[in-house]
């Protein structure tokens, strides 16, 4: 955490950037976040490791074959690294978006395998994504989330439905206690 707070605040501007190069040269050793670690075999669950003006840092622990919804994050960047387990991050593109009505035209792009040596970024030009422990893999997963600038809303999507609209985040645990 003191190494991430050292970089300046143009590093959180830029994707993929200081950020990325950052995840990619500074592994996470996957005891150091036990303190962190809390999970829940309904949901993925958020755990605030780190909040600056700059960024958050959350750890997403994920059981096997669970999955995010469809969502964004709110014009802001963020990066993925995956100290335990290999996820899939599949992005889309919004061929139509209304918030305001709750409509929507979403499809599937391109997937991204985030592991422990391959971190991975949110395309600010197309944000929308969803990201997959998936089932095969057979283990568990923890994710690190470097969002710039705080946030505590984002879109969901529902691809099948055609339909969007915005929620509000919640954290299982901040700074290594239950909420």
């Known amino acids: 955490m003191a190494a991430l707070r050292r970089l300046p605040a143009s590093a959180f501007d830029v994707t993929p950037g200081p950020v990325q190069q950052f995840l990619r040269e500074h592994p996470v050793a996957p005891d150091?976040?036990?303190p962190y670690l809390c999970w829940d075999r309904q949901h993925y669950t958020r755990n605030l490791?780190?909040?600056?003006?700059?960024y958050e840092l959350i750890a997403i622990c994920w059981e096997v074959g669970q999955q995010s919804s469809i969502h964004n994050h709110h014009n802001?960047?963020?990066?993925?690294?995956?100290?335990?387990?290999?996820?899939?991050?599949?992005?889309?593109?919004?061929?139509?978006?209304?918030?305001?009505?709750g409509k929507c035209n979403i499809a599937p792009t391109y997937t991204v395998e985030i592991t422990p040596l391959n971190p991975a970024v949110v395309d600010p030009a197309e944000p929308i994504h969803?990201?997959?422990?998936?089932?095969?893999?057979?283990?568990?997963?923890?994710?690190l989330h470097v969002y710039s600038r705080p946030f505590d809303h984002c879109v969901v999507?529902?691809?099948e439905q055609g339909?969007?609209?915005?929620?509000?985040?919640?954290n299982?645990?901040?700074y290594g206690k239950k909420k």
């Open 76 to 101: 802001q960047n963020c990066w993925m690294a995956a100290p335990i387990g290999r996820l899939v991050v599949q992005n889309y593109r919004a061929n139509f978006e209304d918030i305001t009505t």
């Open 49 to 54: 490791i780190d909040k600056t003006e700059l």
């Open 32 to 34: 150091s976040l036990q």
């Open 172 to 174: 299982t645990t901040e």
């Open 163 to 170: 339909t969007c609209g915005e929620i509000e985040l919640h």
């Open 157 to 159: 999507y529902s691809e």
């Open 130 to 143: 969803k990201v997959v422990n998936p089932l095969e893999n057979n283990e568990r997963a923890v994710t």
